[in-house]
């Protein structure tokens, strides 16, 4: 099992303070803007006036009552019209902002309510202007309250900042969703709420501390200095995948044997570290890829990643092929296409992209034609032209290898040509080295022209990691799809 | 100085028109220590409030300096409360700036540059006597030390008016007197003008030249001090002088005398005059109570007395008390 590195608990801390800082810093600003107009606006205020008051007073609590994960689903159109995609920390930072504006605002609001009716008072005896009043009396009497204030809403926020982890927002939040819960590791989620626990402490310390000294100057410095330390982070994510080491994220089984191979290769002949994550499903090797905790990875085909890039608006790109590892027709019957008959049953996966990639092959066997349109998620509508008059089964990947002595033809995946007794080179028909399904190395789009993954791309394709795959995957299990 | 014009102001609650000032005419002269006196909720603080318009009247004008201020803008109203200094009961300091920075926030207010603040704010310092307390934050003060922080804010910027609105309601009597004594001091020497609000007698007594009576929102009686303590007109003012010194009230040991109040106005109090008239008249004297107060700078004497003897010598006596300029008034026969 994958062991967590102190590189990336620091990483995702890095993330999680950079996160939590600029969404306090969007909060406080425009929470305090609304805050003091929802003040100013009250009943014998400078600027009184109901409908106003009462108006933005409903905005707030609308946006307060939404609960947060619903919240930051909503606005992802708004997000991605903001900081262009939905995953990563600025993309984290709009849901956050928006949730913890309102909740200011209200703190300051009552942090106002709170200076007794005399000071104000007595500060329009003094014939003060509405900026002096703001500045001289409301902020500097309710300071504490307002420190108090921040305090609960940083806290707050490192709390969503975990909840937004869990879509892809990076930091804390995700390190324990990726590497704790979906792999059951308790020691990483342990860590992750330590640190979540130790951040919170330092807040709720400095909060206090701040609040008692009554002063606006700790206050700015702390906050510039924490400014600078999450830009730090920032500048540090930026810098890191120059290094030369690589993060690879694989799925776990053969893969793992196949890039200790890659390792060895790229280490001795190309100066290249390679760290191999490997992850236990096909989603989160992607969501990591997107938001950076990881640089590459190396376990889909080009359709399934389309796919992803549509449904979740990462902005992933293929840099190279490495194997096909071919989808056939597989036949306990005939042994050659031509002594298929007319009316025979051929067997077909059942989930939508084995289903396409099972007719796919067909039509490029002559069988059948599809509607053009369809792609790669064709399914038996699709067929526009049946000449021979096949008949079609759909099951469960699983089920077909048992289906062999009923159907004349089944399709079968990589997975289950071994379990069903037969060699890849038996089938009846197989994809090629041009296949559509051929294994690619993603990266992060502006990462393309990175030279490491040109490396990383030498090594894939070097004759050491050529001959372990083949010999995993003997008789024609893995072709070379590069050339 | 200050004159108030047909003043009136209602606030309704619950949709019921409440009348907090009915028809309030006041002047007030140039360096004068003007007194308002009423009971809790007659609506002095009300009337205060109207001066520098923090409470908007619903008619009638408030004429300051000769500007009616219910006809400016508020930019302009803002100019003019510079020059109104208001000092408050509760202090209203601010918790958040020390005792220099609570003098200096009219300075900044006011836009005064960095060094006049510091000439300035050490200048009040030295008049209220607060020197050594200059970096003291509010809640290191106590009552009458914070007092003085609001006497020298309100001083700050040179106003010719100052407000008071139960300055020393909150305070000891020994702070009562220091701040008295301050505000008769910054009254005689910078000639400033003082409004002052108190429910408390001894307030007015000791340094007010002119007191306005108010009750149930209406300014129902209007004198120099002196002349309200040693004659009240209206029952209201009655009221509150026998409250504030509490007064001998006849009971059953006067059944069969003449009770009398004798009022003694400056020398007046020098005057043997009780043992002249048992000398005179043949009357059994019982004192019950004597009193003298210092009014500013005039005593006033009160003496309460039984007397007893034939009803024709009896008659004769009150005669002669007032055929001098003693005051008597009959508490019961
Ligand atoms: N904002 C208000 N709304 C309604 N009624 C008010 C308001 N302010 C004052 N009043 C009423 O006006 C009357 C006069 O109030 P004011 O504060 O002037 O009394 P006061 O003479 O200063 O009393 P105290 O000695 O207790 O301070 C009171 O009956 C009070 O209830
Ligand atoms: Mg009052």
């Known amino acids: ?483 | 100085m200050i004159e108030l014009r047909q003043l009136n102001k209602s606030y309704s609650v619950h949709n019921r028109e409440f009348h907090a000032l009915k028809n309030i005419n006041l002047h007030i002269e140039r360096g004068e220590i003007y007194g308002v006196l009423g009971k809790s909720g007659a609506g002095k603080s009300t009337l205060l409030r109207s001066v520098n318009l923090l409470e908007r009247p619903n008619s009638g004008q408030v004429w300051v300096n000769g500007v009616d201020l219910t006809t400016l803008s508020l930019a302009q109203l803002r100019e003019h409360r510079h020059k109104i200094g208001v000092i408050f009961q509760h202090y209203n300091l601010l918790d958040s700036r020390s005792v220099f920075g609570n003098i200096a926030l009219p300075l900044e207010i006011t836009g005064r540059p960095e060094p006049e603040i510091q000439r300035k704010v050490t200048e009040l310092l030295e008049l209220v006597g607060l020197s050594d307390k200059r970096h003291h934050f509010p809640a290191q003060l106590s009552g009458g030390q914070k007092q003085r922080v609001g006497i020298a804010r309100a001083l700050a910027t040179d106003p010719h008016l100052l407000l008071c609105d139960e300055a020393t309601s909150s305070l000891d009597s020994e702070s009562t007197t220091a701040v008295l004594h301050l505000l008769k001091k910054i009254n005689r020497e910078l000639s400033l003008t003082v409004l002052l609000i108190t429910h408390e007698l001894d307030v007015v007594k000791k340094i007010c030249d002119r007191v306005g009576i108010i009750d149930h929102g209406q300014l129902v009686e209007e004198n120099a001090t002196v002349t309200i303590f040693s004659n009240p007109q209206t029952k209201v003012t009655q009221q509150l002088i026998q409250q504030a010194l509490h007064f001998y009230v006849p009971d059953q040991n006067d059944k069969d005398s003449l009770v009398l109040k004798l009022t003694f106005i400056g020398k007046d109090s020098d005057e043997p005059i009780i043992s002249s008239l048992v000398k005179k008249f043949n009357v059994n004297f019982n004192l019950r109570q004597a009193l003298i107060e210092k009014v500013q700078d005039t005593t006033v004497g009160f003496t309460i007395c039984a007397l007893t003897g034939e009803a024709s010598a009896l008659e004769q006596a009150l005669a002669y008390i007032r055929s001098t300029s003693i005051k008597a008034e009959i508490l019961h026969v």
Request: charged share 15%; glycine share 8%; net charge positive.
């Open chain 1, 1 to 483: 099992m994958y062991k967590l590195e102190l590189a990336l608990l620091l990483k995702a801390t890095w993330e999680t303070i950079y996160i939590v800082y600029v969404a306090s810093l969007i909060s406080v600003i425009f929470g305090s803007l609304i805050g003091t107009l929802l003040f100013l606006t009250r009943e014998k205020q400078a600027f009184e006036n109901r409908w106003l008051h009462h108006g933005l007073g409903l905005l707030v609590n609308v946006t307060r009552s939404i609960p947060f994960i619903i919240l930051m689903i909503s606005i992802i159109p708004l997000t991605r019209l903001l900081v262009g995609t939905t995953i990563g920390s600025n993309a984290a930072i709009v849901p956050l902002a928006l949730a913890a504006i309102p909740f200011y605002a209200r703190i300051c609001e009552n942090a106002f309510a709170e200076i007794p009716a005399g000071l104000i008072e007595t500060a329009h005896s003094l014939g003060v202007t509405t900026p002096q009043f703001i500045f001289k009396i409301l902020i500097p009497e309710s300071l504490p309250a307002l420190i108090r204030g921040l305090t609960l809403t940083v806290i707050a926020l490192i709390g969503y900042s975990a909840m937004a982890g869990t879509v892809g927002g990076g930091g804390l939040g995700e390190l324990a969703i990726n590497y704790g819960y979906q792999r059951f590791d308790a020691i990483v989620t342990l860590e992750t709420v330590l640190v979540l626990i130790f951040i919170v402490q330092l807040v709720q310390f400095a909060g206090d501390f701040l609040a008692k000294r009554r002063k606006l100057k700790p206050l700015v410095v702390t906050g510039l200095i924490l400014g600078l330390l999450s830009l730090g982070s920032q500048i540090d994510a930026h810098f890191s995948s120059q290094n030369d080491e690589l993060k690879i994220g694989i799925t776990a089984g053969w893969s793992e044997e196949v890039m200790k191979t890659a390792q060895k290769i790229a280490a001795e002949q190309y100066q290249l570290k390679l760290k191999i994550i490997t992850f236990n499903d096909y989603v989160q090797p992607n969501t990591a890829l997107a938001n950076g905790n990881i640089d590459g990875n190396i376990f889909q085909h080009l359709p399934y990643l389309e796919a992803q890039n549509k449904a979740r608006g990462y902005r992933l790109a293929p840099i190279a092929k490495t194997f096909v590892y071919p989808m056939g027709f597989y036949s306990r019957k005939i042994s050659r296409l031509a002594e298929l008959k007319a009316g025979a049953l051929i067997a077909l996966p059942n989930d939508p992209s084995n289903e396409g990639r099972s007719l796919l092959l067909l039509q490029k066997a002559g069988l059948i034609s599809l509607q053009p349109k369809a792609g790669t998620l064709a399914t038996l509508k699709d067929i526009t032209e049946n000449p021979q008059h096949f008949q079609f089964k759909l099951l469960d990947a699983a089920q077909l290898p048992r289906v062999l002595n009923d159907a004349d033809l089944v399709a079968l995946t990589n997975d289950y040509i071994g379990a069903a007794g037969f060699k890849t080179n038996q089938a009846v028909v197989r994809e090629g080295a041009d296949s559509l399904y051929a294994n690619i190395i993603v990266v992060r789009e502006k990462d393309k022209d990175n030279p490491l993954f040109k490396k990383l791309v030498a090594v894939m394709h070097s004759k050491a990691v050529v001959a372990k795959t083949e010999s995993l995957f003997p008789q024609g299990g893995a072709i070379q799809a590069w050339h």
